[in-house]
């Protein structure tokens, strides 16, 4: 069987082979990238069900418009009103099927083969899989704990010349750095300057520790820099603070770009499911979203403060890492002292055997991988299991 060309370009992913390993009994996991399914508003989810299909049973069951079911278009442009992003309309967006379809449709609207895509070094595995499936040569900005290094951000922007700049300036995966509001106004001049289009992948905004958000959206910010709205693409999701399986995800970007993203998704699912898109909006008109994302961050917070805590106790001088404000993801770099292992991958495997698991770094990169480098979830562990979990790591360093 004679397969396209482009799957050259791409492999299996490194993150789900490794859960063909977690079979073993006892495992405790590190490795996930998803939400815990306890802090799901089960209750709340079943009363929007309801409510959709007593006052729009036809339009929650029935085929939809490709660029979504308005109802939930307004409720999206009131939510990102609501955390500064004044001038979204319900026009100016599309639902997608999860952000990740959002990805995709870049791909397909943007990347020619050959094209240049600049992306953070490290960042969600499934960008770089993704572009590289559309044919992009990918490029990979550096970060630190302050997110991309704008100064080397903007050299590789004039000297490459990208199609556009793929970020996720807030609690990234897997590195859950945190964007300084001096380096995002930096992005945004830069767009201007080079004209050249941003992508702020946004789905972990919301979860951040403490009562406000450290940091407004790089959307939110685009009112201060002229011209730079119409070269950002702004991508949201409900997985990581809803459910998953509503699988709602949303595309903010120019006209142009909606228009073309909007046809390619007719050719891919016609529309995201009319169903789901119905009780998200019935969800997010009911009012119980802030509630809920109170109770998520407090249970988040607790938690990845601590893994912190454990970490620097089991593991001391042997790893690295910045204490995460948000998100779900501590990131972490292993560095020999004390004759320790250095290497993420070795670590893993003898990470497994004690019964622990996580995901070795080297994945995340699109390019000079780090391979000293790990991906430690806090979300779906208790503060019980992740100390256990961590004095395994220690044993096995």
Same mark, same amino acid.
């Given at each position: 069987?004679?397969?396209?060309?482009?799957?050259? /370009?791409? *492999?299996?992913?490194?993150?789900?082979?490794?859960?063909?390993? @977690?079979?073993? %009994?006892?495992?405790?996991?590190?490795?996930?990238?998803?939400?815990?399914?306890?802090?799901?508003?089960?209750?709340? $989810?079943? &009363?929007?069900? /309801?409510?959709?299909?007593?006052? &729009?049973?036809?339009? #929650?069951?029935?085929?939809?418009?490709? &660029?979504?079911? /308005? %109802? @939930?278009?307004?409720?999206?442009?009131?939510?990102?009103?609501?955390?500064?992003?004044?001038?979204?309309?319900?026009?100016?967006?599309?639902? #997608?099927?999860?952000?990740?379809?959002?990805?995709?449709?870049?791909?397909?609207?943007?990347?020619?083969?050959?094209?240049?895509? $600049?992306? &953070?070094? %490290? #960042?969600?595995? !499934?960008?770089?899989q993704c572009f590289r499936l559309y044919g992009a040569e990918i490029i990979t900005a550096p970060i630190d704990g302050d997110g991309v290094q704008t100064d080397k951000l903007e050299e590789l922007i004039a000297l490459h010349k990208p199609k556009f700049a793929y970020l996720i300036p807030t609690f990234g995966n897997p590195s859950g750095a945190l964007l300084s509001l001096e380096r995002r106004k930096k992005v945004l001049e830069m767009a201007v300057k080079y004209n050249t289009l941003i992508v702020e992948d946004d789905p972990y905004g919301d979860l951040y520790f403490g009562t406000t958000p450290p940091q407004p959206s790089i959307l939110s910010l685009s009112k201060d820099v002229p011209g730079s709205r119409d070269l950002l693409v702004h991508c949201g999701s409900l997985s990581k603070v809803l459910s998953p399986g509503l699988r709602i995800g949303w595309m903010i970007a120019p006209p142009a770009l909606l228009a073309n993203a909007t046809m390619c998704k007719q050719f891919s699912d016609a529309h995201t499911s009319t169903f789901a898109q119905a009780t998200a909006a019935q969800y997010l008109k009911?009012?119980?979203? %802030?509630?809920?994302?109170?109770?998520?961050? !407090?249970?988040?917070? *607790?938690?990845?403060?601590?893994?912190? /805590?454990?970490?620097?106790? *089991?593991?001391?001088?042997?790893i690295d890492f910045v204490q995460p404000q948000g998100g779900l993801f501590v990131w972490a770099r292993l560095t020999g002292a004390g004759g320790k292992v250095s290497d993420g991958a070795t670590l893993a495997k003898r990470a497994i055997d004690k019964g622990v698991a996580f995901v070795p770094g080297a994945p995340f990169y699109a390019t000079n991988p780090d391979l000293a480098t790990l991906r430690l979830s806090f979300a779906t562990a208790d503060v019980g299991k992740i100390e256990e979990g961590v004095g395994r790591l220690g044993e096995a360093v």
């Open positions: 069987m004679q397969f396209a060309s482009r799957l050259q /370009n791409v *492999e299996t992913s490194a993150i789900r082979e490794l859960f063909k390993l @977690l079979g073993k %009994p006892g495992i405790i996991s590190f490795a996930g990238g998803f939400p815990d399914s306890a802090m799901f508003d089960v209750d709340g $989810i079943r &009363e929007a069900v /309801n409510a959709a299909l007593t006052e &729009e049973p036809g339009a #929650t069951l029935q085929y939809g418009a490709t &660029e979504g079911y /308005n %109802p @939930l278009r307004e409720q999206l442009a009131a939510f990102m009103q609501s955390k500064g992003c004044t001038d979204v309309s319900p026009e100016g967006l599309i639902v #997608t099927t999860g952000s990740q379809q959002a990805l995709d449709l870049l791909g397909k609207t943007l990347i020619s083969p050959g094209d240049k895509v $600049i992306v &953070e070094g %490290p #960042t969600f595995l !499934a960008t770089i009911a009012g119980r979203m %802030p509630a809920t994302l109170d109770k998520v961050r !407090a249970v988040y917070a *607790e938690r990845a403060l601590a893994m912190g /805590n454990a970490l620097r106790k *089991e593991l001391g001088s042997a």
